[in-house]
């Protein structure tokens, strides 16, 4: 998301996301992840730039980190970027990576054209 693009990894299986923060919280459900950032669907809106705390929850840990909201994908969600996370969210965050990573057929791919965003 700054840059170069990270490589993302889409969910096989409903991963649940909380977002906390701007005077509101929601839930979502996560659509594609990489180390530097995540895709939630979800029906709500906020402005770029909003920050707050997201969570999410796996059978092997949660990773609770500070994200940057930085688009909204239409007929989609939010894109966040995330900003602060522990050592040990980041071991988890690379954890998941790899499982998606290992749950990818090689024949699927992921860098297809990305849906359509709106920056406001």
Do not use: W
């Not at 509101?24 to 906020?46: A, H």
């Not at 894109?79 to 057929?105: G, I, K, V, W």
């Amino acid at each position: 998301m700054a840059g170069k693009s990270a490589k993302r990894h889409r969910t096989p299986h409903k991963i649940g996301v909380g977002f906390l923060g701007a005077g509101t919280q929601f839930t979502g459900e996560l659509v594609n992840v990489s180390i530097s950032g995540l895709l939630v669907r979800c029906e709500n809106t906020l402005p770029v730039g909003t920050m707050g705390r997201l969570g999410i929850e796996m059978e092997y840990g949660t990773i609770r980190t500070v994200v940057v909201m930085r688009r909204i994908v239409e007929r989609v969600g939010l894109a966040f970027q995330f900003s602060h996370m522990t050592p040990r969210d980041r071991q988890t965050l690379q954890r998941l990576l790899l499982r998606l990573e290992l749950a990818t057929p090689p024949s699927s791919s992921t860098s297809g054209s990305p849906p359509r965003t709106t920056r406001r």
